[in-house]
């Protein structure tokens, strides 16, 4: 079975600071792909960023990047230079590499403070 | 390009009301998940089709739920009768199958059970 674990239910960071969110995984797959993704108060879904496995290299969108520990089974976001439209809930998420279904964790509520 | 669409954005009605929730998945996109969000549970998958064939729905809570998707651009979330329990964000979101791309979500559908 797949599960995704996010420890952290609420975080807080200042304006223009970074902060971090953690993520666990258990998978026996060997090739699979990771995802974060953001939803602001507006509740929609947006996708941040995402991993494939099979990668060493951790991905990096602008202020957005990944801590990719695949012996670890972990999958950390960084956001660097934190701004207040940073301020959302961030899921983590999982899909094997045999089938298109996402696992997601339980979500970390990320609030900026000015 | 336009998005995933569903309808409508808030709906509320009277327990025992029969609901409908529509869908409308990025064209091209042969995958179409149906998710439920509270706060108490989070995200939950409900079902999931490839194809417009029912893959798996072993998430649909019960009977009251059925869902359908007669073609490629159409899909239908219906709870019947409604209950206040089922108040939730209903999301759908779609993906193109064998491609490891992320899952692209509607706006949601706010559902509130009076």
């Known amino acids: 079975a797949q599960t995704v674990t996010q420890s952290q239910p609420e975080m807080s960071v200042q304006e223009a600071e970074t902060v971090t969110l953690s993520c666990t995984y258990d998978?026996?797959?060997?090739?699979?792909?990771l995802f974060w993704y953001k939803q602001p108060p507006s509740r929609q879904m947006i996708l941040v960023i995402r991993q494939e496995a099979y990668k060493q290299q951790n991905a990096t969108e602008n202020r957005f990047s990944v801590n990719f520990q695949k012996a670890a089974k972990s999958f950390s976001l960084k956001i660097s230079d934190s701004q207040l439209g940073d301020t959302a809930m961030y899921f983590c998420a999982f899909m094997t590499n045999t089938g298109n279904q996402f696992y997601f964790g339980t979500g970390t509520s990320l609030t900026v403070i000015p | 390009d336009a998005g995933v669409i569903q309808s409508p954005r808030h709906e509320v009605t009277e327990m025992g009301q029969e609901v409908t929730l529509r869908c409308k998945p990025i064209s091209g996109h042969n995958s179409l998940f149906w998710y439920r969000q509270t706060m108490m549970r989070g995200l939950e998958l409900l079902i999931y089709f490839n194809n417009n064939v029912p893959i798996d729905d072993s998430g649909m809570p019960e009977d009251r739920f059925s869902a359908k998707m007669p073609n490629a651009s159409f899909s239908t979330l219906k709870i019947q009768p409604s209950e206040p329990r089922d108040s939730a964000v209903y999301f759908c979101?779609?993906?193109?199958?064998?491609?490891?791309?992320?899952?692209?979500f509607g706006d949601g559908t706010r559902l509130s059970i009076l």
């Open positions: 998978t026996s797959e060997n090739n699979y792909y």
């Open positions: 979101a779609s993906s193109l199958r064998d491609s490891y791309q992320p899952q692209h």
